[in-house]
């Protein structure tokens, strides 16, 4: 089977975490103070025009972790840092539940919003109506890699903190901007499925010093320093096995994105399927390779998606579902504000979106195998 994802290591990676093992010292250390510095200095690089400033990049226990902490630290005015109860924070509503979650933890209360049909990040005309005088926040995610158009959601959702959830989307720019650069704060993960992978880790990115010095604290049992507690913080450290994971990918950032690029463009040039599409002015990572099915003729969308997934397993590609509609799910229906609204695109993107394999380690057979099945098993939903 042709896997749908792979993390992709050499014996650098074991080595380095043989290395941490015996240095004995296994918690938040050198090697997370180096994969921060080399993510930081890494995007530095990448910016085009080059930055106005520093970048902060506080590494964290996972992906989820670094969305919780940005929630905690919303700023409110010198009175108290962070979303609660009453608060509304605007959430895209294609997405791994995790930006939702994130928000319904704070007990704030996530106001879904419907997604671009050819981007299937936030749209922003969608998001416009649902800003009220609660509104203390608006997430935007770059789904799968492709940026989401931040600009434009900040035109519309005016001063409120801008949470850029660039989970997937390490080494993707807008008009030169890195992903997780584009709002106020911006985080990555690094589960298996995303383009470097720790196991599980997560990183929150920003360019304001003060925020940073409270993330580095929030994480960490609210302390400044060892034995300073200036707040109540969760446990959220990366350990140092994770972060000397981190530091060997980063290595191989710059390899890793040029064979997913050329993977994704052979792929897409082979098979004229309603592909994932990008805003102007982006350059993206391809941490994900994903269609949308049109309307079958016969039957539900959805029933035509599994048939195809099943078809493609069968022979030997292992394609799954693209994502999830949050608006489906019990616990964001509980908020009045998502229930009897329509989504859409949303629901289109969901029910007859399809991913099919990509990843560093594949070889020029896999590629062929995979736009073989395509031909094979979709050429119905060919350029409709
Ligand atoms: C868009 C998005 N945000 C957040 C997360 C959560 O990251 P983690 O698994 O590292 O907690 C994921 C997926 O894993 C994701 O796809």
Known sequence: MIRLTRPYFTDAESAAVAEVLASGMLIQGARVAKFEELTASYLTALASPPLDGAVHAIAVATGTHALELSVATIPRGGLRDGASAGDEVLVPTVTWPSPGHAVALAGATPVLVDVDEDTWCVDPSAAAPMVTKRTVAAIAIDQFGVPADVPALRAVVGPVDLLEDAACALGSTLHGVPCGLLGDTGIYSYHPRKVITTGEGGMVLTRDAVRAAKLRALRN??????????????????????????????????????????????IRAAVPLKWQRAPAGAVVNHQTLGFVLPQPATGSLRDARDTLVTALRDAGVEASILSYALHRLPQFQQYAVNRGRSFPVADRVVDGGVAVPLHPGMSPSDVAAVIDALRAHASWAFAR
Do not use: Y
Request: glycine share 10%; aromatic share 2%; charged share 20%.
């Open 221 to 266: 049992h609210g302390q400044s320093t060892p034995g300073t507690f200036v707040c109540a913080g969760p446990n959220a450290r990366l350990s140092e096995m994770h972060a000397a994971i981190g530091v060997v990918q980063m290595a191989k950032l710059g390899d890793i994105l040029a064979r997913r690029r050329a993977m994704a463009d052979e």
